[in-house]
């Protein structure tokens, strides 16, 4: 168990919708960062949060939105959904900020956009 | 952009044979380099991390800077290593980015 937590562990929803996707780091951790993971694109870095502030931002759409919240944990909101939005999203945390140290992973969420 | 290349998108070796699972980044300098593993319904983790020699499970990585080149490598590859191998190399200019080559999924036969 890597101490990081995301829920809901699947999501089946229609195209059109919005989703909200949780993590929690792991304790004393304070970056999150969110990641996608589909077959044709592999692990795609979507964005990173530290300490509450966006830090780094990558491949995210501008339909994706993000925050991490005093205590630590973060959203990922997903909206008007499309069927290429279906997914295994991760959401990884550490320590620092560099993304140079060990990342730990949670289990991820299963989207469905049927 | 940076461009992480793992050539094989499937591998496929006999217990105790070599294996060498290719990564190739694209840019110039001194990038620090990582592979993760995941494994059949668990978590990716960190498998080994260039700069601080950390491994597990008897993998090894060399950095050949004039290859651009982070390959991974285990003498004897054991059943219990089949798994999706990520390379992710991070380049001081993209810290905080963390991008993941598209993975290489090895199975060792017994």
């Known amino acids: 168990d890597s101490g990081v937590t995301q829920t809901p562990k699947h999501l089946i929803t229609a195209t059109g919708q919005r989703v909200t996707l949780r993590c929690s780091p792991r304790?004393?951790?304070?970056?999150v960062y969110w990641y996608q993971q589909s077959l044709d694109q592999g692990l795609q870095f979507l964005i990173q949060?530290?300490?509450?502030?966006?830090?780094a931002k990558g491949n995210i759409l501008e339909r994706f939105s993000a925050q991490q919240f005093p205590d630590l944990h973060s959203e990922l909101n997903l909206s008007s959904l499309e069927l290429g939005d279906s997914a295994l999203y991760f959401c990884?945390?550490?320590?620092?900020?560099?993304?140079?140290?060990?990342?730990?992973f949670g289990s991820g969420t299963q989207l469905s956009v049927l | 952009a940076q461009r992480v290349t793992q050539p094989e998108k499937l591998l496929s070796v006999f217990k105790g044979a070599p294996v060498e699972l290719k990564c190739n980044y694209s840019?110039?300098?001194?990038?620090?380099l990582f592979w993760y593993v995941q494994y059949s319904r668990q978590r990716l983790q960190l498998l080994l991390r260039?700069?601080s020699r950390e491994s597990i499970k008897g993998f090894t990585a060399d950095l050949n800077k004039g290859e651009t080149s982070f390959h991974l490598k285990k003498p004897f590859a054991q059943e219990e290593d089949s798994a999706m191998y990520y390379c992710?190399?991070?380049?001081?200019?993209?810290?905080?980015?963390?991008?993941f080559g598209r993975g290489t999924q090895l199975t060792v036969w017994p």
């Open positions: 260039h700069i």
């Open positions: 992710a190399p991070l380049r001081g200019s993209t810290l905080g980015r963390l991008y």
């Open positions: 949060y530290y300490n509450g502030e966006e830090r």
């Open positions: 990884a945390s550490s320590v620092g900020r560099q993304g140079n140290e060990k990342l730990f």
């Open positions: 840019y110039s300098g001194s990038p620090e």
């Open positions: 304790s004393g951790d304070l970056s």
